[in-house]
């Protein structure tokens, strides 16, 4: 799950000819209409599904997960752990193993805050509308993204609701020949959200060991 916190930001949105370069504006253009609405919410609850697939390696994993967002602030429950961050510091709670790993929240690998994600696509991804068609009776744009510089991975693709404005999927190739999928359940803005959501309770836990790694 190491690479969850950058695949994460993609949730939010990532976003030769002169027909390619027309393609390519249109990307842009899109991405930013994706931003904008996002970030005009208070908060954001998502209940996703995510995949990770390697045909070579014969791996197939599945998990649920929920992400509450509201600003720079975030909170992701997945596959048995915990990330909260609360703009400044970063918990990542694994439950089994009843520990909780502390950092500054820009410390931390992939602890990117949704909010800076949504300002990047345009500065660190070459991006281009590949497709449109329609999904479970959705009208919906397939954008690919690939890095500009050197990235974990090698490209994305985004599926984004047309008319809502909204990002219904995100398909990651990483170097590895791994496929990670982020398939979006449930898109709620303006959840309710309070201080604590975003914040680890030691006394709510005390079995918990606190590893300080800042």
């Given amino acids: ?17 002169s027909q390619a370069q027309s393609a390519n504006k ?21 209940e996703f599904t995510y995949r990770m697939e390697n045909e070579a390696a ?10 509450l967002a509201q600003g720079d602030k975030y ?15 970063l918990w ?15 410390a931390g690998e992939g602890s990117i805050a949704p909010t800076q994600l949504l300002d990047t696509y345009d500065k660190d ?23 500009k510089e050197d990235q974990p991975f090698e490209k994305a693709e985004i599926t984004i609701d047309k008319g809502k404005k909204q990002v219904l999927s995100l398909s990651v190739n990483d170097q590895s020949n791994s496929v990670y999928t982020y398939q979006v359940n449930s898109f709620k ?17 005390p079995d918990v060991d606190v590893i300080d790694m800042r």
């Fill in 26 to 46: 249109m990307a842009t253009t899109i991405l930013k209409e994706v931003s904008e609405k996002t970030k005009s919410y208070n908060s954001i609850k998502i």
């Fill in 1 to 17: 799950m190491k690479r969850l916190g950058i695949v994460l930001a993609a949730l939010f949105s990532f976003i030769a000819l």
């Fill in 75 to 89: 909170r992701l429950d997945i596959a048995g752990q915990t990330i909260i961050s609360n703009g400044e510091t």
């Fill in 189 to 205: 803005p303006n959840v309710n959200v309070s201080e604590d959501d975003f914040t680890f309770n030691k006394e709510k836990h």
């Fill in 125 to 147: 991804f070459k991006s281009k509308l590949i497709d449109e068609t329609t999904y479970k009776g959705r009208q919906v744009q397939v954008i690919e993204l690939k890095p």
């Fill in 58 to 67: 014969n791996i197939s994993d599945s998990f649920n997960g929920v992400l």
């Fill in 92 to 106: 990542t709670y694994l439950k089994d193993a009843r520990e909780v790993q502390v950092n500054n929240a820009q």
